[in-house]
C-alpha cells in the first residue's frame, strides 16, 4: 500500500467509482505524486464479492467512460483506488484499514433501506440483521450484517489510536443523511451498550451532510470489448456514466480531507439547500416517471422522455407540484429542470428503468411525500403528483399479482403484498402509515382523489395485463 493520506470507502458500487473516486482522481492529477490522496475501497457483503474481486486484480485500477447526450466520449483511466479489501470475508480487515493515521476520513454509500430506518426514523433495533449486529459489537465476536457493525468496528480502532478523529461522510440520496446516520449509529451503540464509544465520537468524529448527482447505471456487457477496441487495454470491471457530476459536502470536517473544491465539489454550510432540489426535481421525478415506463413496456429511461405524453406528466410535475414549494433556492431551479431533461433523455446512458424502480416502498416517503405534503399545506392541489402516484399503485399491483413480467428488487415488498391481498387493496395503500404518515387523515379529500385516479389508471391496463 502507498504510503499517502488516504479515505476509505464502504461498498464499491458504479456510482462511487464513477463519482467520488472520479473526483479524487481529478484532484490527483493537479498533484504531485507526494501530494496525491488515495481510496481504500471495502466491500462488506458476499452477495457483491464479483466486482472487488475483479477490481483487485487490476490493483484498483479501472476506466470510466464519460459520455454527453450527444454521444461525445470520453475514456478515463481512474487509479485513485489502490486498495480494495473484502471485509464480508474476513472482518478483522476493518481494524487493521482504520488502525492508520493516514486514514482520514470514510465515505459510504447505502441504499435508503441499508439505514433500517422506522417511520420515526430511528433504527429498526428489531430488524433481524440489526439485532444481531448488535450482539456482535455487544460481545465483541462474529461477522456483521449491516453498516452500523462494520462502522462500529471501524470507530472501536480509531478510538484506540492516538489521533484517531475521523470525518463519516454519507454520498447517498437520504435527505439530511449525515445527521440521520448520526442519530440512527448513536442508537446502535447504546443498544451495544459501548458507552466509552459514543462519548469518544462526541469530540472524534463527524457526520457531514452531502448531496451526490451523477446517473452510473450499470454498465453494458460490451463496455469491456469496447475498452479494449478503443483503448488497447483488457478492463473486467470498467463503468459508464453521465458527463455531468455534482458534490455538495457540508463543511463540518473532523479531520483532514483532500481539497475537493479545487476540482468542482462545494463544501457549505447549508447542504440542505441543494439536497432538497435535488431530491425533489431529479430523484422526485426519475422515481415517479419510472413505473408509467414500467407500465408502457419501456426498458430505459430515456424512452420514457421521448414519449412527449409523460415527458409533459413530468414537466407539470415539476412545475406546478415541485418547484412552487421549494423556498430555498441555491440555483435558477428551472434552468436545472431543463439540464435534468436534457441528462434524462441521454440514449447513450440508456439508464434501466428496472435499477431506477428498485426500493420504492422505502423511497416513496422520501422523494415525493414532501412534495405532496407541501402542496396540500399551501393549499394546491397536486394533480399531476396524484397521476403519477397512480401509476406506481398500479405497478405495485400488477407485480404483485405476477401480472407483469419485471426484475423488481425491493426488502419492503411484503408491505405491498399485504395492500393487495385485502379486501380493500386501495384502502389498505391509503392507509398505510410507513407510506402516508398521517397524511390522508389530515387530508382526506387527497386520499379520495387518489383512488378515483387509480381507479382510472387500473382500468387503462387491464387490457394490457389481463
Known sequence: ??????????????????????????????????????????????ETRVIPDALRAQNGQYHFKRIAPNGDAEYIKIS???????????????????????????????????????DNDDINLSHPEVAHDVGVIQQQNG???????????????????????ITVATCDNLRDNGNRLASAFGQFIEAAQRTSLKQWMATNV?????????ITPVPPSTLSDEIKQQLGVDDACPILGEDFEQWVIE???ANEFPALDTVGV????????????????LNGGHFMLSYVGALRGYQTFDQNIHDDELNGWLKAYHQKDVIPTIDDRPFDLEAYRQIIISR??????????????MDSISKFPQFILPTVRLNLERGHFPVSTIILIAHWYCFLSLKVRGRIAFNYKDPYLSTAEMWMHQQDPVGAFLHEPDIWQGL?????????????????????YQERYR
Request: proline share 3%; glycine share 6%.
Open 143 to 165: 461477522q456483521p450484517k449491516t453498516l452500523y457493525g462494520f462502522l462500529a468496528l471501524a470507530l472501536i480502532a480509531r478510538q484506540n489510536m492516538d489521533g484517531g478523529a
Open 266 to 281: 462545494t463544501f457549505t454550510k447549508n447542504v440542505h439547500a441543494f439536497e432538497e432540489a435535488k431530491i425533489r426535481i
Open 206 to 214: 463527524t457526520f457531514p451532510c452531502s448531496m451526490v448527482d451523477r
Open 344 to 357: 434524462f433523455s441521454n440514449g447513450y446512458i440508456a439508464d434501466s428503468i428496472e435499477r431506477i424502480a
Open 80 to 118: 485513485s483506488i489502490d486498495r480494495v479489501e473484502d471485509a464480508s470475508a474476513d472482518p478483522s480487515v476493518i481494524a487493521r484499514i482504520f488502525n492508520d493515521d493516514k486514514v482520514k476520513a470514510l465515505t459510504i454509500t447505502v441504499t435508503e433501506g441499508g439505514y433500517y430506518l422506522n
Open 1 to 46: 500500500m502507498s504510503d499517502h493520506k488516504r479515505l476509505v470507502h464502504f461498498g464499491i458500487g458504479a456510482f462511487h467509482r464513477g463519482h467520488q473516486a472520479y473526483y479524487l482522481q481529478l484532484l490527483n492529477d493537479t498533484l504531485p505524486e507526494s501530494d496525491r490522496w488515495y481510496y481504500t475501497d471495502v466491500n462488506l457483503r458476499k
Open 251 to 253: 463543511d463540518q470536517l
Open 440 to 460: 390522508n387523515k389530515q387530508y382526506p379529500e387527497f386520499g379520495e382523489s387518489l383512488k378515483k385516479q387509480i381507479t382510472i389508471t387500473m382500468d387503462a
